[in-house]
């Protein structure tokens, strides 16, 4: 495989005062999230695991690290919270099994990786990156990505049983119980999704998602988070991971759309990404969020949904956490 050079593609990393600069952002899924619906325990349980997730990546980004190792950090910790829709914690399909799906992207070198429907995968977005690295191909599936997985010394398989929550399971019953009263639930009821973008102290940019899909979902259904351009997508100028009812982002091309209007249109990223996400997505029928990271390391978070769980590590070292459209954009510094 020819990998395009780094001169051809990157650009050089941005500097404040000289030194240059990391950003990080991270989510954890986005759909119908209102005050009502969590506990205070609950918001601080997922606050701290969004937390969590941002101390990896950045941890990686300040030694040096590379966007891509930071992400997949970040992704990890995430799918190892149970609160959120991916690895522990995914939720259920029509059949009762967990199905995973993870993508990832590397802006620098436009390699991609990426897994649909794993059942045994404890992490799927290292599987993810085993195939961008050790594969010829961008996208396995099913049980050929495991028997794959199962060459790769890296990757650890569970027993499904290690998925489960009690809440997802239930989340199960009442859409099935919906299902059979002619009533089916919104596709926003029930989505969730996590993923990271990243911008690393040599200028380069990396974008992953991973997720567990939509409740009830039938017939090997795969959404867009391990689709390259539609859930994820990074090029030299831009970075974004996309959360939300996947069969529009996928329509749309939802990463991809939002990375050719800063590459080529010369639009600022929340532009971009507002325009997108505010106007395209709904006008089609759809919804959810994404969030986006340029070369200069600004970001975007922008949802017409509810709410979305989102964290950020800005170039400046400012941090904080949102789930809630109303929450402000900074909340902590770093």
């Known amino acids: 495989m020819t990998i395009p050079s780094e001169s051809a593609i990157a650009h050089p990393s941005a500097r404040i005062d000289g030194t240059p600069i990391t950003a990080l952002v991270i989510h954890g899924g986005a759909g119908t999230i209102g005050r009502a619906q969590l506990t205070p325990e609950r918001e601080a349980s997922i606050r701290a695991g969004l937390n969590r997730a941002l101390d990896a990546g950045h941890a990686v980004l300040q030694t040096g690290g590379s966007a891509r190792d930071a992400v997949v950090a970040a992704v990890v910790v995430l799918e190892n919270d149970p609160n959120f829709n991916a690895g522990r914690g995914a939720v259920f399909s029509h ?29 799927p977005i290292r599987l993810a990156r085993a195939v961008m690295e050790r594969s010829p191909h961008v996208m396995l599936v099913g049980a050929g990505a495991e028997a794959f997985g199962e060459t790769v010394a890296s990757i650890d398989f569970v027993d499904p049983s290690y998925y489960h929550t009690e809440e997802r399971w239930q989340q199960l019953q009442a859409a099935r119980a919906e299902e059979a009263a002619g009533a089916a639930s919104p596709p926003s009821a029930h989505f969730g999704t996590v993923g990271a ?41 831009c970075a974004v991971s996309a ?92």
């Open 197 to 237: 973008v990243a911008l690393d102290a040599h200028g380069h940019l990396a974008a992953a998602t991973s997720t567990g899909g939509m409740t009830n979902k039938r017939w090997g259904r795969v959404g867009d988070s391990p689709i390259i351009g539609a859930g994820t997508y990074a090029i030299a100028d």
């Open 95 to 123: 059949e009762g099994v967990n199905e995973l799906d993870a993508s990832i992207m590397d802006g620098r070198t436009l390699q991609a990786g990426a897994v649909a429907g794993v059942r045994r995968v404890k992490n």
């Open 243 to 334: 959360t939300g009812w996947g069969e529009f982002f996928i329509r749309l091309n939802v990463a991809a759309d939002i990375c050719a209007r800063v590459a080529y249109r010369g639009d600022s990223l929340q532009d971009a990404a507002d325009e997108v996400v505010m106007d395209r997505l709904p006008a089609l029928g759809g919804d959810g969020g994404v969030i986006g990271i340029d070369v200069k390391g600004d970001i975007a978070m922008p949802f017409c949904t509810e709410g979305m769980y989102r964290g950020w590590i800005k170039p400046d070292g400012s941090r904080g956490t949102g789930i809630f459209a109303d929450d402000a954009p900074t909340n902590k510094a770093g």
